[in-house]
Nanobody
Framework: QVHVVESGGGLVQAGGSLRLSCSTS????????MGWFRQAPGKDRELVAA????????YVVDSMKGRFNISKNNDKNTLYLEMTSLNSDDTAVYYC????????????????WGQGTQVTVSS
């Protein structure tokens, strides 16, 4: 059974930065295509970024390019989401997803999801 665990969320002031991490167990990490989604209160879950199993190329949605970066370290079995210049609109629960199809991950249909980590940006 595959488990996905996120960490690194918390409270940050507007303009600040956070780095989220995600690890998996139950299957070789390097075989997973992975992504980050987020869900703000009252809104649908949305894609933030995705990355294929090899770790390249990374994909970040246009509205977050330049502020967010996704990376995958297969040696450390860890997926990262670096977030900078945070604002109140970034307040959400952030979810890590792992799957066997990059397209499925991007479409929100990856097989394995974490429980999410809360990011709160105070103004």
């Amino acid at each position: 059974q595959v488990h996905v665990v996120e960490s690194g969320g918390g409270l940050v002031q507007a303009g600040g930065s956070l780095r989220l991490s995600c690890s998996t167990s139950g299957r070789t990490f390097s075989t997973f295509d992975m992504g980050w989604f987020r869900q703000a209160p009252g809104k649908d879950r949305e894609l933030v970024a995705a990355i294929p199993h090899s770790g390249t190329p990374a994909y970040v949605v246009d509205s977050m390019k330049g502020r967010f970066n996704i990376s995958k370290n297969n040696d450390k079995n860890t997926l990262y989401l670096e977030m900078t210049s945070l604002n109140s609109d970034d307040t959400a629960v952030y979810y890590c997803v792992a799957g066997t199809s990059f397209t499925a991950v991007v479409m929100g249909r990856g097989e394995h999801w974490g429980q999410g980590t809360q990011v709160t940006v105070s103004s």
